[in-house]
């Protein structure tokens, strides 16, 4: 059972546009959200977190929403650049959570075209 | 600082050879993990550690088996090797301090193990 989903595989967007890549979750338990980037051939890098308490975070042109009612968060990229172009995972940890584990959606694919 | 460090970064076994991955951090960081990312399924938790010594199952942690003897290094381990462990393997670490917040992991570049 996926208890975070990212149900669009890839998305594309022109330069200078805005990026809106989604995520639902199922476990009212999450307490922290966080997305990060992935590069080809690289591991994933972190690019931002939301807590649970918080329904907005904002970091020069990445801001993430959450939507604790809908049990759903956003990462909203404006202006998006061609250097965005790359996977994007969101992931989220359980309130009781033992060792910092997070869940991981399925990722989504950006690619930013000039 | 290297950060997350991995090796080998890419392997071809056979089914039933074994063989063994090795992470290591030099961040100081307490907490370590193992994942493994395939196409449409995100990244799946195989093994983590809290500290050192210390080892606990995560999402998918069957066939594999870890070890954390320093706490500087996790290393996975793949006893007989199937076609199903065909993956890309993340090692990945992160500092946890009750007083702060953030539990941010940070990942090594990855390894590409092809099981034929």
């Known amino acids: 059972d996926q208890q975070v989903k990212q149900n669009s595989p890839s998305l594309s967007v022109q330069e200078g546009r805005i990026s809106i890549l989604n995520c639902d979750y199922t476990n009212s338990m999450f307490d922290y959200f966080l997305w990060y980037k992935k590069y080809p051939a690289e591991g994933p890098t972190f690019l931002i977190s939301i807590s649970s308490i918080k329904d907005k975070n904002e970091d020069g042109r990445f801001t993430v929403f959450l939507n604790k009612s809908a049990k759903h968060l956003s990462l909203h990229i404006v202006p998006s650049q061609p250097g965005d172009s790359a996977v994007y995972f969101c992931?989220?940890?359980?309130?009781?959570?033992?060792?910092?584990?997070?869940?991981f959606g399925q990722g989504t694919e950006l690619s930013v075209k000039p | 600082n290297a950060g997350v460090t991995q090796t080998p970064k890419f392997r071809v076994l056979k089914t039933g050879q074994s063989m063994t991955l090795l992470c290591a951090q030099d961040m100081n960081h307490e907490y370590m993990y193992w994942y493994r990312q395939d196409p449409g399924m995100g990244l799946r938790l195989i093994h983590y550690s809290v500290g050192e010594g210390t080892t606990a199952k995560g999402e998918v942690p069957d066939g594999y088996n870890v070890s954390r003897l320093k706490k500087q290094n996790f290393l996975l381990g793949l006893e007989s090797a199937a076609p199903s462990q065909t993956s890309v393997y993340f090692c990945?670490?992160?500092?946890?301090?009750?007083?702060?917040?953030?539990?941010?992991?940070?990942f090594g570049p990855g390894t590409r193990l092809l099981v034929l």
């Open positions: 992931a989220a940890r359980l309130v009781y959570n033992q060792g910092g584990k997070l869940i």
């Open positions: 990945a670490s992160s500092y946890s301090d009750k007083d702060v917040y953030q539990e941010t992991q940070y």
